[in-house]
């Protein structure tokens, strides 16, 4: 998957629209003007690189959310933490989980 960096919003069609904005180069204005707050859920799924850019305006528009954190334990080692808001997210979070062996998985 390329980085939609220069582009701010790329669309991926396949089981489900995929929607994938990088707010690297944009703030939260950018995020809006595009309407992706509105894409959320309706058509498909939004996903966004440094999504703190947007944390109040997603909470405050009250749309389930999943959060990712991706921390570097070494060269060859990440740590995913997920945490999520709302029932949605909560189901799609549990969905996931079945993609991951369990010996990938913490509590």
Aim: aromatic share 8%; proline share 3%.
């Amino acid at each position: 998957m390329l980085s939609p960096t220069y582009v701010l919003m790329r669309e991926y069609v396949g089981g489900v629209r995929l929607f994938h904005v990088d707010l690297y180069r944009a703030d939260a204005a950018s995020f809006e003007e595009i309407g992706a707050l509105d894409l959320a859920g309706h058509t498909g799924m939004v996903v966004v690189e440094w999504g703190e850019k947007i944390t109040a305006m997603i909470d405050s528009a009250g749309q389930d959310h999943l959060d990712l954190i991706v921390e570097k334990v070494d060269d060859h080692t990440r740590l995913l933490s997920f945490s999520t808001t709302g029932e949605g997210a909560s189901r799609h979070l549990e969905d996931a989980k079945g993609l991951f062996p369990a010996s990938a998985r913490t509590p």
